[in-house]
Nanobody, 114 residues
Framework: QVQLVESGGGLVQAGGSLRLSCAAS????????MGWYRQAPGKQRELVAS???????NYAEPVKGRFTISRDNAKNTGYLQIDSLKPEDTAVYYC????????WGKGTLVTVSS
């Protein structure tokens, strides 16, 4: 069974940065597009950044210019660099393939204080 383990979240002040990591068991990210999703309190989970097998990236409008997705296929690991954090970025962040599997990891909590 595939496992996804997200890490790197924390409490930061607005304007700060974080680098999230996602470790996958197996090479799912090398054969699928990879995405970072987030779920804010009281809201549905949404896709905020993705990268195709060919390396084409795409970002949701609210995070464009501040988030950078990358992956290391050799390590079965994905990353999300988050800069210029805003309080509205507060959410649990998850990684998954695109479109997502039914299985989700536990996510990593990002809390941004104003």
């Amino acid at each position: 069974q595939v496992q996804l383990v997200e890490s790197g979240g924390g409490l930061v002040q607005a304007g700060g940065s974080l680098r999230l990591s996602c470790a996958a068991s197996g090479s799912i990210f090398s054969i699928n597009g990879m995405g970072w999703y987030r779920q804010a309190p009281g809201k549905q989970r949404e896709l905020v950044a993705s990268v195709t097998r060919g390396g084409i990236t795409n970002y949701a409008e609210p995070v464009k210019g501040r988030f950078t997705i990358s992956r290391d296929n050799a390590k079965n690991t994905g990353y999300l660099q988050i800069d210029s954090l805003k309080p509205e970025d507060t959410a649990v962040y998850y990684c998954n393939i695109v479109p997502p599997m039914k299985y989700w990891g536990k996510g990593t909590l990002v809390t941004v204080s104003s």
